[in-house]
């Protein structure tokens, strides 16, 4: 389909790991996004990972990469309440291309 | 730099007014774009423009026009604004279309009575 698709909420207790998954529509897109956009803000990149790339790794974020099932996700290590937010995965096909976004939901 | 700007942060029309949202960025960026969000739909694409001169349609363009004189600045105008565009607008700038990440405004929030 056309579709990105993300599961619309996740909550987690501050401290543990928050996993957002994403599932992209086409197999060609060149490089996959992570957003997040804080209340009444706007988006701001988190990461973003090319294509030919299995994982990628920068401080508590962790992006996989999994192609053959065109299924993206994004791991926080030691969730804080400041990563409350919604997130949005998109993908380059030519134009972005984004999902709905996962409100996470951080709770002391 | 600035980033991406945008005005104003939010407004209310009437059915039928018509208005202008602002965008502008002072990155030198050629790729700018207007989306919109509503809930539980993330980001559409409205309308995007490759370099000063050039605009193009995107997902939803209906109802609204752009226009790119220069390369800083981004103008949305609604025609004749109707409840269905009650939303939040946000412009975005990058480099180039195909490979850049996007730079992201504030957003409008915009409410169509």
């Known amino acids: 389909g056309e579709d990105v698709e993300q599961s619309l909420f996740l909550s987690v207790r501050e401290g543990d790991s928050s996993v957002i998954n994403c599932t992209y529509t086409?197999?060609?897109?060149?490089?996959l996004y992570w957003y997040k956009q804080e209340p009444g803000a706007g988006l701001q990149l988190l990461t973003y990972i090319f294509s030919n790339m299995d994982m990628k790794q920068d401080q508590r974020l962790t992006v996989l990469l999994n192609k053959k099932d065109k299924h993206l996700s994004l791991r926080i290590a030691d969730t804080q309440t400041g990563d409350s937010a919604i997130y949005f995965c998109?993908?380059?096909?030519?134009?972005?291309?984004f999902g709905q976004g996962t409100e996470l939901s951080v709770k002391p | 730099n600035a980033g991406v700007t945008q005005t104003p942060k939010f407004q209310v029309l009437k059915t039928g007014q018509s208005m202008t949202l602002q965008c502008a960025q002072d990155m030198n960026h050629e790729y700018m774009s207007w989306y919109r969000q509503d809930p539980g739909m993330g980001l559409r694409l409205i309308h995007y423009s490759v370099g000063a001169g050039i605009t193009d349609q995107g997902e939803v363009p209906n109802g609204y026009n752009v226009s790119r004189s220069t390369t800083e600045d981004f103008p949305l105008r609604l025609l004749s604004a109707a409840p269905s565009q009650t939303s939040v607008y946000f412009c975005a700038s990058s480099y180039s279309r195909d490979t850049d990440t996007q730079y992201f405004g504030p957003g409008t929030r915009l409410t169509v009575l």
């Open positions: 998109a993908e380059r096909r030519g134009k972005l291309i």
């Open positions: 086409d197999s060609s897109s060149t490089y």
